[in-house]
């Protein structure tokens, strides 16, 4: 897969999910017949540049239960996460301090990167997200990180 057609493939999906929730929200407040205002992009940013030949993109649910903190780890690429449900307090190496990510907002990890704060917002609400880890075919996905951390 050439990485215009992984960017093609991953523009058209984040489309999909925008074009679903923007569609469930307007459902009961927008007659039928109403014109469809132009949307901004759900998220915008650089990929890094690495020649994708031989890589894959592997797309996973995470579910944080109601209080759940994750532990620090690394990827063996980038990752793009989709939050689908309630919040998520994320703070990733070299992007600053702690962010909380509400649905329908995605956040990205450059690869290398220490996802060292990864939690659920919420101690009575779930959350779950979607991760879209794009990494070299067959290399171990998530890898815990010991003496850094929330």
């Not at 990827?75 to 909380?100: D, M, N, P, W």
């Not at 956040?107 to 779930?126: D, I, L, M, R, W």
């Amino acid at each position: 897969m050439s990485r215009r057609d992984l960017v093609a493939s991953f523009a058209l999906f984040a489309e999909v999910l925008a074009s679903t929730r923007h569609a469930d929200a307007q459902t009961q407040t927008t007659p039928a017949a109403a014109p469809q205002a132009p949307r901004p992009p759900v998220f915008k940013h650089d990929l890094p540049n690495v020649n994708l030949d031989g890589w894959e993109v592997t797309v996973s649910w995470v579910d944080y239960p109601p209080g759940r903190v994750g532990a620090p780890h690394q990827h063996a690429g980038f990752v793009l996460a989709y939050v689908l449900e309630g919040a998520v307090i994320a703070k990733i190496s070299g992007q600053g301090e702690e962010k909380t990510f509400n649905a329908g907002q995605m956040f990205y990890e450059q690869p290398g990167a220490t996802h060292e704060v990864s939690k659920n917002a919420s101690q009575t609400q779930p959350a779950r997200l979607l991760a879209m880890i794009f990494a070299k075919k067959g290399a171990t996905l998530t890898t815990p990180v010991t003496g850094r951390g929330a």
